[in-house]
């Protein structure tokens, strides 16, 4: 099946910092989905990209559709403490009516103060 | 505010129980998903369901079935729990229209002794 890469396992960062992210494929989507996760929840929708090169923010959030549509990033600018969490890409292919999701298998944040 | 709603969040059974997991999503999507989740591995696909009345195999089908029940309901079922379905259980729905992404419950945490 697709596979997905996802970049970095975790991270340590200090407050304030820019993070930066991404996801490689050795397939195409259609569409690439964010999520965070926090401890004891799913997965809860961060950024939508629809279209190759597209490129969308969500206040501090920005996340990139790869031109190729095998890959995409997510940068969190100016880090604060509840950033912390894990983050999920999810590559997306439309089989008929029902969408099938690939995820990434994590990034964890952690953001020291 | 309810969206996908997950029952129950923890469960621990031994090897051999049979167990359901509910999952009840008030949004009036037609598709609906079941995921696991286990470390490092990120989430995978084990069935869905396009629409009522209809269900298809995802990535990681044996050992489980699914019902869908109604357009609300999709019920996960463990015939013979095993040790290596010790995970977490995360349901997903989507409405119709093909841009639109999947949302999650909290999950239901299982233990198989």
């Known amino acids: 099946g697709q596979q997905l890469n996802q970049s970095p396992q975790s991270m340590f960062i200090q407050e304030g910092e820019d993070v930066s992210m991404n996801c490689t494929s050795s397939?195409?989507?259609?569409?690439w989905l964010w999520y965070k996760q926090d401890p004891g929840e799913g997965p809860v929708l961060l950024i939508a990209?629809?279209?190759?090169?597209e490129l969308t923010s969500n206040g501090r959030l920005t996340a990139q559709f790869g031109i190729t549509r095998k890959d995409s990033f997510l940068n969190i600018s100016a880090s604060i403490p509840s950033d912390v969490g894990i983050y999920f890409c999810?590559?997306?292919?439309?089989?008929?009516?029902?969408?099938?999701?690939?995820f990434g298998t994590g990034t964890r944040l952690q953001v020291t103060l | 505010n309810a969206g996908v709603t997950q029952t129950p969040k923890f469960q621990v059974l031994k090897t051999g129980q049979s167990m359901t997991l509910q999952c009840a999503q008030d949004?009036?999507?037609?598709?609906m998903y079941w995921y696991r989740q286990d470390p490092g591995m990120g989430l995978r696909l084990i069935y869905y369901?396009?629409?009522?009345?209809?269900?298809d195999k995802g990535e990681v089908p044996n050992g489980y079935n699914v019902s869908r029940l109604n357009k609300r309901e999709f019920s996960l079922r463990l015939e013979s729990a095993a040790p290596s379905q010790t995970s977490v259980y995360f349901c997903?729905?989507?409405?119709?229209?093909?841009?639109?992404?999947?949302?999650f419950g909290d999950g239901t945490r299982l233990s198989i002794l």
């Open positions: 369901s396009a629409s009522e009345g209809t269900t």
């Open positions: 999810a590559g997306v292919l439309f089989t008929g009516t029902a969408s099938k999701l690939t």
């Open positions: 990209l629809y279209k190759a090169g």
């Open positions: 949004m009036n999507h037609n598709s």
């Open positions: 997903a729905s989507r409405r119709d229209s093909s841009n639109q992404p999947q949302h």
């Open positions: 397939s195409i989507f259609n569409t």
